[in-house]
């Protein structure tokens, strides 16, 4: 099942289990089903609980929040990722919190879905990783979606901790198969919040990255094992931020190089964040800096050629590595 | 263009009423005597002179109803739960603290009160709020801006909204004529009546300083968006008889004297010289002892 098709079905599922799930959206009702197809099926099955909106970024965020703070659960998708800067204020400010502003814990479960990345050629303002600007929010998570990871769990966790997420959903990821088992040369295995993907056990090479490098990570290890014969273990989390390295302590604590590779562009980025909790963890036993791989500090071009330069290919990845 | 507010007669107020407006406005000048005496901490912006309007207000709404309210939100506050200490506590950061003094002045949940100090944040959450209502019951969401507020684009997407899909959302607007220290005819083009007919959103206007009159004009409207479950915008036309925060008016003395003149607080003094006085006597000690008690108490805790 591509990952797409999963995310729908955990939409479905989700809203069939718990009747105070709402779902707002741009486009998101049927036929058209939501610009990524995500939502398919759901305003049919469920009807005034799915709602299409105006292009209003930061107010249906807004009204998200409002719904979950009277009672209900809510999920927001913002058509493209890029356009959560239109809601950044009634993230930052309001729904994160909300959650502590008022000397008391307040649930806020709000999930704000947001479509990332390049390589499919839509251009500076379609295109972008903006998961580093909600790194470090206080109230808020930070979760990206992976291939892995069963998605209805992991709504029905961020609604179960009261603490309103964003929820990045890699474009090419979606038409992407669903993982689990392994690939014939590696495991696929998970633990608490983590994927592990590895050929084989306590590796001197271990490699962060988030949900929507995983087709360029993967083969980045393929290559690295079969050409280099160095191997890497892959460590995907589900939760990007907060980030708890505890249930792959044992995978880290081989590790003798440690590398962290995010699609976002270069400087403040999730990775420096992961390399100073590493660093922390890890200093004395690393036999060298934790490397990063980043795209670069630039916009993304429309062009595939150019596109292509600005965005982290798996080839960036093993060169990184294999340095 | 908003001129003084004119009453010629007021009509008989009710001692609960005028005990309220006063006792908001002692709470009002207890704050700013505290600043003057550097006994209170960061900022708070009061609302003399607006005291009124949400004791009209609050008389309309049940208890199931929420409000959503702004930086300047004591009034709001107090018209609606009497409970003066847990709010000074708030300000002042004592024990006994609406929200432990986290929030402080301008960030307050309690009940079925919220508030924010972003201006326009709270209108699409109110949205939701009222949506929600609109599926449970006959409860209503009461949002209060001012006049500066309409600056934000997040009013327009809130109105839109709510009236795309039947919000019960009360929007009541004081329009105290100037933002901070901006007049409305330097930041507001058109008009709030405009700007709400273009949405096709119902709206009201009311220029005075009586109680009774705001109260009896938001009334159909309150019951309008409780009963048809639409929205409303309910514009009071005030004067924001002090400064926006503490020392930082400059107005004109003309322009001073017009606000003061627009004041309730002036209009009910001339008209009912002897109930104001003897209701004032007992608001005034009232406050005084609040202030002597919460400032005596250990200071809040947060965990």
Redesign the interface.
Known sequence: MRVAEHLNRSLHALMESDPSVHLLGEDVSDPYGGAFKITKGLSDRFGPRVMSTPLSEGGIVGVGAGLALAGDRAIVEIMFGDFATLAFDQLVNFAAKSTTMYGRRVDVPLIVRLPTGGRRGYGPTHSQSLQKHFIGVPGLSVYEMSPFHDAERLFGEIFASGTPAVFFEDKVLYTKPMLSGGDGLHTFELRDGWAVIRAEEDTEHVLLAPGGLTDRAVAALRDLLLEDEIACTLLVPARLHPLDVTPVADVLAAARRVHVAEDGTAGGTWGAEVARVLHERLWGRLTAPITHISAPDSIIPTAAHLEARCTVQPADIRRAINK | MIGAVRERTLTPVSEADLSRMLRIRHFEKALLRLFEQGRLNGTTHTCLGQEHVPVAVSALLRPED?VFSNHRGHGHFLARYDEPHALLAEITGREG???????GSQ???HERF?S?G?QG?S???????????KRTGDGIVCAYVGDGTWGE??VY??L??AQ??GAPLLVVVEHNRIAQSTPTGAQMAGSIAGRCAGFGVRHERVESVDVNVVRGALAPLADYVRREKRPAVFEASVHRAGPHSKGDDTRTAAELAEAAAGDWYAHYTRDFPAQVAALEEIERAFIDAAVENVLARPL?E?S
């Open positions: 929420h603290a609406l929200c432990n003094g986290v929030g960030h307050i949940y919220l924010t972003v944040e209108l699409p959450v109110a949205v939701g709020v009222a949506l929600r209502h684009g997040s997407e809130a839109n909204m795309l899909w809040s947060w």
